[in-house]
């Protein structure tokens, strides 16, 4: 028997994303579609939230730090993330971010198993810094008796110009920050002044059943590749009432404390999708 258990709105009754209009808005219904989205921001609309009531936005500054722009990574639009040294905090960091965290069709749970893809652009004049950039996160909420903690796994780019994914997890069910166990992967080279797409396929669990299998490629070298392809715990015991839900755009830890080598970061977000499979979530089509 497979133990593991699909997303109830990943592999459950499809009835379709709809288009509702309501008040003046096109807003998606979430639920999956026949091709096994259940989300896909490719920000086409020319909102901030590509339509979806439930994306929020951590931004200090409008319009500067998110805004819908015109170089896309298929169709017109997509989503810039810009962080300036000194912006103000948001949600406890300096960021400019999307997020899901009132998503929940978008929340993942250890024992679930689900698809994630995105593109994001790389602007041709990045200069690599003294400290890591986050691009994308798998966060979650904590446990009552816990503090707020690490993400489950988050995408960054590092002082070495690589791509690193970071995985954090526990079989504590209270997580405290020495029964953390932290791992990383690096994913290959960050290609500047393309699009950098990439799926990511994660069987979550606290414990031995866990895997990650990840896919990379960039746009102006086409042609998946896969770049990981990992076993083992991947992600926290936590209460069944709290989730996992996701964020994109710039975080950038040292900055709450410190200046790095760079003042300024700018990244382009286009196409995030969750689905069950690596076709419902493909960044580089549609
Ligand atoms: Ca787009
Ligand atoms: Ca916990």
């Known amino acids: 028997m497979n133990r593991r258990r699909p997303r109830n709105l990943i592999t459950g009754t499809i009835v379709g ?43 200090c500054c409008t319009p500067r730090s998110l805004q819908v722009v015109d170089l896309a990574r298929t169709g017109d639009h997509a ?8 912006d103000a905090p ?3 960091g300096v960021r400019a971010e999307s997020h899901t965290v009132a998503m929940d069709p978008s929340y993942f749970d250890s024992g679930d198993t689900a ?29 009552a008796c816990e503090a707020s ?22 079989g504590d069910a209270c997580s405290t920050p020495e029964s953390i166990d932290k791992t990383s992967f690096d994913l290959g080279a960050v290609k500047p002044g393309q699009w950098n797409d990439f799926v990511f396929k994660f069987d979550w669990d606290h414990g ?16 998946w590749k896969s770049v990981l392809s990992a076993t083992g715990p991947n992600t926290f015991n936590d209460d069944p009432t709290t989730h996992g839900y996701l964020k994109w755009g710039i975080y950038k830890p040292a900055w709450n404390t410190a200046p790095t080598d760079v003042d300024t970061r ?16 493909d960044p580089s089509v549609g």
């Open 115 to 143: 698809y994630y893809g995105f593109s994001v652009y790389i602007v041709s004049h990045w200069q690599t810094d003294s400290r890591e950039d986050i691009v994308f996160q798998w966060h979650n909420w904590p446990d």
């Open 17 to 59: 994303v709809a288009l509702l209009f309501i008040g003046g808005q096109t807003i998606h219904a979430l639920a999956e579609s026949p091709d096994g989205t259940v989300m896909r921001a490719d920000y086409e609309d020319g909102a901030k939230n590509s339509g979806y009531a439930d994306i929020g936005l951590n931004e």
């Open 266 to 281: 700018v990244l382009i977000h286009d196409n995030v999708a969750i689905g069950d499979s690596f076709a419902s979530v």
């Open 79 to 86: 989503i810039r993330s810009q962080l300036t040294y000194g």
């Open 208 to 223: 031995v059943d866990g895997g990650i299998e990840t896919w990379h490629q960039t746009s102006k070298s086409p042609g």
């Open 90 to 92: 948001v949600n406890g």
């Open 149 to 170: 903690k690490v993400p489950s796994a988050f995408l960054t780019i590092q002082p070495t110009g690589q791509w690193r994914l970071r995985v954090n997890s526990d």
